[in-house]
């Protein structure tokens, strides 16, 4: 299927690893021309020296908490490229792991929050007004199905994925009638060292098991009985990002194996 990609503008926060290198990586393969955003530039070099073989590419280093950084890296990319077509938002953490509600501090509460809901906050105006003035636009975020469905020990995260979904979702109505797309694309566990390293490593020193047996379980939570994988996430932001998704807007997509309909 042709996705009608190429020659388009794609802006993708986090691209240096895990997910952000994967999703960089569809893009860059479908011929988009991409703005490379984050805070630290030294660590999305690698991956943009890898796509620049095949593609255009500007690196912005920007703090997405910033709403100041957000319109400076909407401007260099205006000047380099003449407008954005598609955002993906894909930075964010995971907040505590593990912790209860009353556990969790005030500081790592607002850390987590600050960063999943008010970067894209802050992208979404700062780019949204370029789709507008063409009359067309894809802006995809990446969310996650502890959005979707209550977590216990995760309560920071949860709720910046569910803020988020709101997020989407009122944009999605605004932006709407200039024929711009605003989606939530929502990753279950996704294979990585985040996952590996700090979501199976909690769980085997809470239960007492080892790493590989923690990372069965959660397999054995999703319905099709495997963890998610980068590659699935980046394929469902490459068709949220396309016309082949032209009738979509506000929409969650969990890329989970099914975990969040069970």
């Known amino acids: 299927m042709d996705l009608m990609l190429r020659g388009r503008v794609a802006a993708i926060t986090g691209p240096a690893k895990g ?17 490379l955003i984050g805070r630290d530039t030294a660590a999305i070099a690698p991956v943009a020296e890898e796509v620049a073989k095949v593609t255009e590419v ?3 280093g920007t703090d997405i908490t910033s709403d100041a950084a957000c319109f400076a890296a909407a401007e260099a990319a205006k000047a380099r490229f003449g407008t954005v077509d598609i955002l993906v938002n894909v930075a964010g953490g995971s907040g505590p792991i593990g912790k209860t509600g009353l ?3 005030q500081a790592e509460y607002d850390e987590i929050v600050e960063l999943n809901m008010r970067g894209c906050f802050n992208t979404i ?12 636009g894809k802006i995809v975020n990446v969310g996650g199905t502890f959005g979707m469905r209550g977590r216990a020990g995760r309560l920071a995260y949860s709720a910046s994925k569910w803020g988020l979904r709101g997020i989407t979702k009122s ?11 605003v989606n939530n694309v929502a990753p279950g566990m996704v294979d990585g060292p985040r996952f ?3 979501v199976c ?3 085997a020193q809470r239960l007492g098991i080892t790493e590989e047996e923690a990372a069965r379980r959660h397999a054995a939570d999703y319905a099709l009985g495997r963890v998610t994988t980068d590659t699935d996430v980046a394929n469902a932001c490459l068709f949220m990002a396309s016309d082949v998704s032209r009738q979509l807007t506000g929409v969650d997509l969990p890329v989970d194996g099914g975990w969040a309909a069970l």
């Open 19 to 35: 997910m952000g290198a994967a999703i960089t990586r569809a893009f860059a393969a479908e011929g988009c021309r991409l703005v």
């Open 58 to 60: 500007l690196v912005v």
């Open 103 to 105: 556990q969790t501090t």
């Open 125 to 136: 105006r700062a780019f949204a007004p370029l789709m507008v003035a063409q009359r067309w």
């Open 171 to 181: 944009f999605a109505l605004e932006l709407g009638p200039h024929n711009i797309n």
């Open 196 to 198: 590996r390293e700090k």
């Open 201 to 203: 490593r909690e769980m």
